[in-house]
């Protein structure tokens, strides 16, 4: 069954460098898609892509944040200067249609921030 | 807005003993309304769905209807295996409210053997 990858499982890095989270979506999958969820809380929705370009993003996903499809089969996600509270897991979804359904989502990978 | 609340956790049970994780949603019409579940070290995979009012969704002796009149949607299964401990998410949409997903915080189950 096809999968939505996502690599590191885990990564720490310090408080103001940059991560970048990486993402192997469907391939005949159109819409792609990150969330994160910080430990005991909700997942709550960041970005949504769509024909190379952002389609709709949260409040959350503010300038630090940056989404890119590179080579057509990645889809990354960065934080341009990591602070404590962006220590989350971060999943990566893809679907073919936008109707709710027929999200498949990757493993995640949890970000820590020291 | 569109929301949804679901009970927190975590839930312990032993095997074979029945099991009701509730949710609750708030939205200004008639959402999608689903449930995910992760099992350890996985992603979040579709545990089952319902689109409108009365449908009752199910899948691997789980099952859920859309309560409209009570803006519920209950996840239920009559006897719990040791297999079914993972965290369990309960999810909305409504394209009123953008192409995204509405996640509740998800509810631990852990079944004892």
């Known amino acids: 069954e096809p999968e939505v990858t996502q690599t590191p499982s885990h990564q720490v890095t310090q408080m103001g460098q940059e991560v970048i989270l990486r993402c192997v979506p469907i391939?005949?999958?159109?819409?792609f898609y990150w969330y994160r969820q910080i430990l005991g809380q909700k997942v709550e929705f960041l970005v949504s892509?769509?024909?190379?370009?952002?389609?709709?993003k949260s409040e959350i996903f503010d300038d630090q944040f940056s989404v890119e499809r590179p080579d057509g089969s990645n889809f990354t996600l960065k934080i341009r200067s990591t602070k404590l509270e962006d220590s989350a897991m971060y999943f990566c979804?893809?679907?073919?249609?936008?109707?709710?359904?027929?999200?498949?989502f990757g493993s995640g990978t949890r970000l820590t921030v020291v | 807005g569109n929301s949804v609340t679901q009970m927190e956790g975590p839930v312990t049970l032993s095997e074979e003993a029945f099991l009701t994780i509730n949710c609750t949603y708030t939205a200004t019409g008639y959402p999608s309304l689903f449930w995910y579940v992760q099992y350890p070290g996985e992603g979040l995979q579709l545990l089952l769905k319902a689109t409108k009012a009365d449908d009752k969704g199910s899948n691997k002796g789980f099952e859920a209807t859309y309560r409209k009149e009570t803006t519920s949607f209950h996840l239920e299964k009559g006897s719990v295996q040791v297999s079914d401990s993972a965290v369990y998410f309960c999810a909305s949409f409504l394209m009123e409210y953008g192409n995204k997903l509405v996640f509740g915080a998800g509810t631990i189950l852990r079944v004892k053997s």
């Open positions: 892509f769509y024909n190379n370009e952002i389609s709709e």
């Open positions: 979804a893809s679907s073919v249609r936008r109707t709710g359904d027929g999200y498949t």
């Open positions: 391939s005949n999958h159109l819409y």
